[in-house]
């Protein structure tokens, strides 16, 4: 059962946000970012219990790195979750019919445009917590294409109703996580896109797939909905350029029907496919990973001793 909430509290700290927003805006972006990066720094500092998550998500991801250049990526990580609420409060401001080929350079994004423009079929679109996610959603409402993305409901209500209204307002619908494969079906009948965070935990119900020489929980849900209305998956980025309000966004991978049709396992092949792609892209900038999320929290059963990351290096 969830905890009840304090209705003043919650408030409070929409009031607080607002301010913030208001205050943020103030200034031009490149500042904001610089000031982003500074309380990423502050909390790679203080906060202990993330830094040591992200630390040793990075030893299993990167072994072959040395302590010192996974603290550096860690730092990084911390860093872009600063940026990104920067960039989301600027969003609607910044991103415009007549400006985005300022804001993004599109790349490898053919195929995407093309699968986006067939309205006789439906279409499935992952990312990852990778740069910043929520651009992408905002971006292709603003070209025209509303996509109907699946997100879980902040707990402060008021937040959350603010935060909705933001990610809506060139036309993209968020659907809340829970209750939602009851309306995906119908978008994806009406030939619509639907989007996902594809790189969750998806506890002891999902299906065990390698990412970054580890297994880690996926949900099923992604690769059955394509299976059953036989609709492509594209994976795509926004990876953002330090210091600017700029993202490369394009394609990492497109899986197509015939690509699982003759899989002796086609939902492994699907859920391993697209983690893969998740995976390579996370690799050219691993700074703009979100390390500190839970993603190998939940371990197979016959995982019965769960391996231990490597010793850091002396010195490191």
Not at 245 to 266: A, K, N
Request: glycine fraction near 8%; charged fraction near 25%; proline fraction near 5%.
């Amino acid at each position: 059962m969830a905890k009840p909430r304090n209705d003043l509290i919650d408030r409070l700290q929409y009031v607080g946000l607002r301010t913030v927003s208001m205050m943020v805006h103030c200034y031009p972006v490149t500042w904001c970012l610089a000031g982003a990066q500074f309380l990423g720094d502050i909390m790679y500092a203080l906060d202990k219990k993330h830094r040591d998550r992200a630390l040793e998500n990075l030893r299993f991801a990167f072994p072959e790195l040395t302590e010192a250049q996974r603290r550096l990526i860690a730092k990084r990580s911390m860093r872009q979750f600063f940026q990104f609420g920067v960039e989301m409060l600027f969003t609607t401001r910044l991103v415009r019919n007549d400006n985005w080929t300022k804001i993004a350079t599109l790349h490898d994004f053919n195929t995407t445009l093309r699968l986006l423009l067939d309205k006789h079929r439906g279409l499935i679109m992952l990312t990852g917590h990778y740069g910043n996610w929520e651009v992408l959603g905002y971006l292709l409402a603003t070209l025209g294409f509303n996509t109907t993305s699946v997100a879980r409901p902040l707990d402060n209500p008021y937040i959350n109703d603010w935060v909705l209204g933001v990610r809506e307002r060139r036309g993209q619908r968020i659907l809340a996580k829970t209750g939602a494969l009851e309306e995906i079906p119908n978008v994806l009948e009406a030939g619509g896109a639907v989007g996902f965070i594809a790189d969750q935990n998806a506890g002891k119900k999902g299906i065990f797939v390698n990412f970054f020489n580890r297994r880690a929980s996926t949900y099923k849900s992604i690769g059955l909905l394509a299976m059953r209305y036989n609709v492509p998956v594209v994976i795509g980025y926004a990876r953002r350029r330090d210091g600017q309000f700029h993202f490369d966004v394009g394609t990492q991978d497109v899986i197509l029907p015939q690509d699982w049709e003759s899989q002796p396992d086609p939902l492994r092949y699907i859920t391993q496919r697209y983690t893969q792609a998740i995976e390579a892209l996370v690799r050219v900038d691993p700074g703009q990973y979100l390390w500190v999320h839970r993603r190998w929290k939940t371990r197979p059963k016959d995982e019965l001793v769960p391996p231990v990351p490597p010793t850091p290096a002396a010195g490191g």
